[in-house]
């Protein structure tokens, strides 16, 4: 059974940081690329960054370039997403998706950044 699992979100003061995590289990994390979305109350869900099953190539948002990055661990199944200078319009439920034709979702994990 595939499981993706998110956590380390919370709430955090404007300009505050955060490390997200997304554990997975019951696949070979190694190949599939990963992605962190985001969804905001109203709002459809977007994609944030992304990083292929290496870790070698990532992409980021234009709205987080230089303050977001991500990254993964394949010895470890982990997925991580490094948050800083965060924002109030950062606020949003974060998901992890694994794969591309075939996909994975894990819950999310609420992240509130106050002003």
Known sequence: QVQVVES????????????????TSG??????????YRQAPGKQRELV????????TTNYADSVKGRFAISRDNRNNTGYLQMHSL??????VYYCRLGI???????GTQVT???
Do not use: H
């Open 101 to 107: 034709l075939t996909t994975y979702w894990g819950q």
């Open 113 to 115: 950044v106050s002003s």
């Open 27 to 36: 696949i070979i994390f190694s190949n599939y690329p990963m992605g962190w």
């Open 8 to 23: 380390g979100g919370g709430l955090v003061q404007a300009g505050g940081s955060l490390r997200l995590s997304c554990a």
């Open 49 to 56: 960054a992304r990083i292929d099953n290496s870790g070698d």
């Open 87 to 92: 924002k109030p319009e950062d606020t949003a």
